[in-house]
């Protein structure tokens, strides 16, 4: 057995979902890191406010027992950052969200101008937010087949604006290495504030042409950069 099988082995990828998703969405980053000796953790967020969220990712890092590398995709970059768990060692940021001490997700999303395909957003009669579903294919996922929209659009999870308006503590990204994939072609979170927020975090950028969902339409970037944040906390 290699001395990578055996780092891989002591390892374990916790990916979290960001707003109007689930875990299925990480289902192409799963299977081939499964494959290839990693333990992995898809990390269901409830979405009922930030402090729930990152609530319910530390319990589920409470189940885990060895070096965890720590993979946000979009809001999820802000949970991510709201953990204390000694066991993670590195975080990874998907297209993601990283507002610094005292702003909101609401703060860093919206502190570039929208991309005109970019649905408008609000609460429905519930307080809820949901995705349209015709946007999915304009803005959240524009390289998807449309089997993948399907998808999408079905296991869609509301966001609470609770989750949204809190202001941050101090982020885990400024105790931890983080790295962060700049998707250059996202409807959603322009490229721009993605990496204003990866330079001012210190992280080690990692740009490709994708949209704002590359764990569904171009899993292997998504895979290449887990996989170096992986081999760099082995290493350490």
């Known amino acids: 057995m290699s001395s990578q099988s055996i780092d891989q082995q002591t390892m374990h990828i916790v990916l979290v979902h960001g707003a109007w998703a689930d875990g299925s969405g990480w289902a192409k980053v799963i299977a081939p890191l499964v494959a290839e000796g990693f333990a992995v953790t898809a990390a269901p967020l409830p979405m009922t406010s930030y402090a729930d969220d990152v609530k319910a990712l530390e319990q589920a890092l409470d189940r885990v027992d060895r070096p965890v590398v720590l993979t946000g995709h979009a809001y999820a970059g802000a949970v991510i950052a709201g953990v204390r768990n000694e066991n993670v060692k590195a975080l990874v940021y998907v297209s993601a ?3 610094d001490e005292g702003e909101t997700v609401a703060d860093v999303f919206y502190r570039s101008e929208l991309d005109p395909r970019a ?9 809820l ?5 015709e946007a999915f294919a304009a803005a959240y996922a524009q390289n998807a087949t449309n089997e993948e929209l399907a998808v999408l659009s ?8 609770a989750c949204i308006t809190a202001p941050v503590g101090r982020p885990l990204w400024k105790d931890r290495p983080s790295w962060f994939l700049v998707a250059e072609d996202d409807r959603m979170i322009a490229a721009a504030n993605q990496r204003f927020m990866a330079e001012r975090m210190q ?4 740009p490709f042409p994708v949209d704002h969902t590359p764990m569904v339409t171009a899993p292997d970037t998504v895979l290449q950069v ?3 944040a992986a081999a760099t906390v082995a290493a350490a």
């Open 97 to 99: 969200l990283a507002p």
């Open 119 to 127: 649905p408008e957003l609000a609460p429905d009669e519930n307080g």
């Open 129 to 133: 937010i949901y995705y349209p579903h």
């Open 154 to 161: 079905a296991v869609q999870r509301p966001i609470s604006p």
């Open 203 to 206: 992280a080690m950028q990692r």
């Open 226 to 228: 887990i996989r170096e």
